[in-house]
C-alpha cells in the first residue's frame, strides 16, 4: 500500500500526501487536541460520528421493528458492528467513548420479539473491537463447529496496554463462549519485527473445505491485507500478505489528484463458481476483486473508479466537484450480478485554497465545530502569525490594520487544544484562522479537526505554512523527525501573504451500483438519502453518511442499509438504478452501524447495530 500522486499533483498537494503516508505508519490515534490524519480517521473512533443532532422520526414502506433490545453497560456511540449466525447476535463493544466494558455481547435472538443478552465476551484491558463482527461455521481436520472473529484495536491513552491481532472463539454453544486464540497477527512493521500483532481494523473468515482462512486489514503497515490460516482456530499463523496497489497497480486511477488515501478499509469472500472471491473496499483506489482460492497468488478480478465528477453530488445538488472516495464496504448481490459499494464519508464540506504570490491550489479542511462556511463561499485577508495562542503563550493581538483590508489569523498545531487555540482567537477581529501542521512522525501533513469556536477555521500542511510566510528550505524528513511547533524566525503578528480559502461542500457518504465483471466495472447508478447532499443539513442533524450494505438472502435485487442518523433504509435494483422501498427513523434519532440478513422460521430478518442502544430487528413486508 502507498500513497500515490498523478502527473498533475501539486508540489504543496504531494508533501501533504506523504506527510500521512501509510506505509511510513502514520496510525495514531486522534490526539487530545482534536486532530486526526484522514488515513487514521477512516479507522478510529473520531470518524464514527461527533456531530450532534438527528434527522426527526419519520418511515416508509412496510418496515416494522419487531424488536429493540438495549445492552448492559451501554453509552452513547458504545455499539459498534453486528453479526448473526443461527440463533444468537453478535454486537461489538468498543472503545470510542469508555475504554472500559470493551468486547462482544452475545444475544439468543430465537424468539425474535424477545431477544435476550445471554453473554459477554471482554476484551483485553486497553483493546477493543469494532469492524467485522463474524460468526461463522467452520469444518476442518482440527475443528468442526462455530466460530466468532472479531479485531483488535487499542484504546488505552497511558502505556498502550492493549494487543493487535485478531480473536477467535469457539462460539459453537453461544451462550458460554471459549477462547481459541486472542491478539494473534501480523508481528512485523516494514520488516522489523515486534512483540505484538499490529492492530487491524475489519476481518472476515472463510471456510476454503480442508482449510480455513481470515482476512484482516493492518493499520500499522503497507502491506495491509494479512491473511491468516486458521485450519487449527487454536494455533492461527499468518499465510500470506499483500500491498494490492503494488501487486495490482491497475485499481489506481490517474485522476482526479485528491484519490491519494489508499489503502484496505474491508473485505469479504464469497464462492462464486467454484473459486474464492475477494471483495475489497480499497478507499481511494476504489472496490476491487481478486481469485484467492490460493492464498498465496491472488489472481486480478476487476475492480472500479471514481467517476469525476462526482456523480450524485453532481444529479442531486447540481455541484461539479471531484469524487472523494473513501470506498468502505461492499457486497455481492446474492446472483453476484452487482456490486453494491458504501463510501463513507463524514465530511460534507472539504475547502482549498491559494496565496497572492502562488496561484497554485493546496488542500485544506474545514474545522467540525466553528462557523460554518457554505460551499462555494471563501475567506480572504492577509496571514497574521499569532503562534500556538494557548493560554499559557503571549496574549493573541488583535487583528491590525492591513493592506487588503481583513486579516486570516495563522496558528501553530501544538501544546493546547484547537478549542483553546479559537477561544483565544474569536473576537480579535479576524476574518478567519488558519492552523498550521507541527512537526513530527504523526504530524507536517494535512489533517483534520474537531473544534468549537466562532472563528472560521481552516487546516493545512506545514509546508504550506511556511509558504504563507515565504520561509525556504523546508524539509519533509526534518519536518517528521522533528518537535517543533511555532515557525521558525517568525514573530507573532508578522504580516504574509494575502490567503483565500474556499469552502467545498461535497456532501455525505453514499451507495454505488456497479455491475460484477472482470476488468473496470461499470458504474450503473448512484444513491444517497435526500438530506446527504442538501448543504442545509451539513451540520446539527448527526452523520448523514452510509455505513453498511446487507444483502437479500431470497429477494436477489433487495438491499438494507445502516445509515448512520439516516436510519434504517430497504433499496431495490430497478433496471440496473436503486430505488429507495422504505426506511425508518426512530423518534428519538437513530444512529445505525451494522446490517445482518438472517433468516427464522421462513422470513427474513434485518439486524441493526444501533451505537447508543444496541440490537434492533426488522421486517421488511413488501
Not at 472560521?456 to 511556511?466: L, Y
Not at 510566510?469 to 526534518?478: H, K, M
Not at 444483502?551 to 436477489?556: H, L, Y
Not at 429507495?580 to 445505525?592: A, M, T
Amino acid at each position: 500500500m502507498r500513497l500515490r500522486s498523478s502527473a498533475g499533483l501539486s508540489g504543496l498537494l504531494l508533501t501533504a500526501v506523504l506527510s500521512i503516508s501509510l506505509a511510513e505508519g502514520a496510525y495514531a490515534h486522534p490526539d487530545h487536541d482534536g486532530g486526526y490524519t484522514f488515513s487514521d480517521g477512516a479507522r478510529d473512533a473520531h470518524q464514527h460520528g461527533d456531530t450532534e443532532g438527528h434527522l426527526p422520526a419519520s418511515s416508509s414502506g412496510n418496515i416494522e421493528v419487531v424488536s429493540e433490545t438495549a445492552l448492559k453497560n451501554v453509552v452513547p456511540e458504545k455499539i459498534a458492528d453486528v453479526g448473526v449466525l443461527g440463533d444468537h447476535a453478535y454486537l461489538a463493544a468498543w472503545g470510542s467513548t469508555t475504554c472500559k466494558y470493551n468486547g462482544v455481547h452475545v444475544v439468543d435472538i430465537s424468539d425474535v420479539s424477545a431477544p435476550e443478552e445471554v453473554a459477554f465476551i471482554a476484551s483485553k484491558e486497553g483493546s477493543y473491537p469494532g469492524e467485522g463482527i463474524q460468526a461463522v461455521p467452520i469444518s476442518t481436520p482440527h475443528f468442526d463447529g462455530d466460530i466468532l472473529v472479531s479485531n483488535n484495536e487499542k484504546c488505552s491513552a497511558k502505556g498502550r496496554s492493549g494487543f493487535g491481532g485478531l480473536n477467535l472463539y469457539d462460539v459453537t454453544d453461544p451462550a458460554h463462549p471459549t477462547p481459541l486464540a486472542e491478539g494473534m497477527g501480523d508481528t512485523t512493521v516494514n520488516g522489523q519485527g515486534k512483540k505484538a500483532a499490529n492492530e487491524i481494523h475489519s476481518v472476515f473468515a472463510w471456510d476454503a473445505g480442508d482449510r480455513a482462512y481470515v482476512v484482516m486489514t493492518d493499520n500499522e503497515e503497507g502491506t495491509d491485507v494479512d491473511i491468516m490460516d486458521i485450519t487449527n482456530p487454536r494455533k492461527p499463523f499468518l499465510a500470506a500478505e499483500y500491498d494490492l496497489d503494488e501487486t495490482f497497480p491497475q485499481i489506481l486511477q490517474a485522476a482526479p489528484s485528491n484519490l491519494v488515501e489508499v489503502f484496505l478499509h474491508d473485505m469479504i469472500v464469497k464462492e462464486i463458481d467454484g473459486r474464492q472471491v475477494m471483495l475489497l473496499s480499497y478507499w481511494d483506489a476504489g472496490y476491487v476483486t481478486i481469485d484467492i482460492t490460493d492464498v498465496k497468488a491472488p489472481r486480478y478480478l476487476g475492480d472500479t473508479d471514481f467517476a469525476d465528477p462526482d456523480p450524485e453530488l453532481l444529479e442531486s445538488a447540481g455541484l461539479a466537484e471531484k469524487p472523494e472516495g473513501n470506498a468502505h464496504q461492499a457486497e455481492f448481490t446474492i446472483d453476484n450480478q452487482y456490486v453494491i459499494g458504501a463510501d463513507e464519508d463524514f465530511g460534507p464540506d472539504s475547502a482549498e485554497g491559494f496565496t497572492d504570490d502562488d496561484a497554485t491550489v493546496f488542500p485544506s479542511s474545514q474545522g467540525s465545530g466553528t462557523t460554518h462556511v457554505s460551499g462555494g463561499s471563501t475567506v480572504t485577508g492577509d496571514a497574521v502569525y499569532v503562534g500556538q495562542a494557548c493560554n499559557t503563550d503571549a496574549v493573541v493581538p488583535p487583528a491590525p490594520t492591513t493592506t487588503s483590508g481583513s486579516q486570516i489569523a495563522v496558528v501553530s498545531r501544538g501544546v493546547c487544544t484547537f478549542t483553546e487555540k479559537l477561544a483565544n482567537i474569536d473576537g480579535k477581529g479576524y476574518e478567519g484562522a488558519v492552523v498550521v501542521n507541527r512537526e513530527g512522525i504523526d504530524g507536517c501533513g494535512l489533517f483534520g479537526m474537531s473544534v468549537e469556536g466562532g472563528t472560521p477555521t481552516f487546516a493545512v500542511d506545514r509546508e504550506t505554512g511556511f509558504g504563507f510566510f515565504d520561509l525556504t528550505g523546508y524539509d519533509e524528513a526534518g519536518c517528521r523527525a522533528g518537535t517543533a511547533t511555532n515557525f521558525p524566525g517568525v514573530a507573532i503578528g508578522t504580516v504574509g501573504d494575502v490567503i483565500t480559502m474556499k469552502a467545498i461542500f461535497d456532501g455525505w457518504g453514499y451507495v454505488h451500483l456497479f455491475k460484477n465483471e472482470h476488468g473496470k466495472m461499470t458504474e450503473l447508478d448512484t444513491y444517497a438519502i435526500p438530506e446527504a447532499h442538501d448543504e442545509d443539513y451539513a451540520t446539527g442533524f448527526g452523520d448523514l453518511s452510509v455505513h453498511e450494505v446487507a444483502v437479500s438472502e431470497t429477494v436477489a435485487n433487495r438491499l438494507y442499509f445502516s445509515y448512520y442518523s439516516g436510519g434504517f433504509r430497504v433499496v431495490e435494483i430497478e433496471n440496473d438504478e436503486l430505488v429507495e422501498k422504505g426506511h425508518y427513523i426512530d423518534e428519538s434519532g437513530s444512529n445505525f452501524w451494522g446490517v445482518e440478513v438472517f433468516q427464522q422460521g421462513g422470513q427474513e430478518y434485518v439486524a441493526a447495530s444501533d451505537r447508543d442502544h444496541g440490537l434492533w430487528i426488522f421486517k421488511y413486508t413488501p
